[in-house]
């Protein structure tokens, strides 16, 4: 699928595409520096953390890239739908894993410092 040109000068749309793709960009890091700095504690479980985070940062960035596309088409046409909330609900879980994980961190992982 083409997208057809841009619809608005202010170019919102786009805007909001590359929020999201820094978003995803920075839980993607974060998981994989949460991994990194946990490794000692917590071993293979810190990867596990670490590849899940980094697989719904992933997730959630490619859901936004056609997020776009629909919200372009639904500019554009009519009868198109628009946006859906799966990139909302991937860098949630994202989101809530890192949280997770560094909680987890500072209950048991801080002590053994």
Known sequence: MTVQG?????????????AWRRT?????????????????VFGLFAIGFGVLGSALAAGAYFAAARGYQRAQ???HEADSPGTSGTPVLLATLAALLV???????????????
């Open 24 to 40: 995803c960009l920075s839980f993607a890091i974060a998981s994989l520096i949460g991994a990194r700095y946990t490794l000692d």
């Open 6 to 18: 841009v619809y608005d000068p202010g170019l919102q749309a786009e805007r909001t595409l590359l």
């Open 99 to 113: 949280g997770a994980a560094c909680a987890v961190f500072i209950a048991f992982g801080s002590s053994t410092l």
């Open 73 to 75: 088409r639904s500019l």
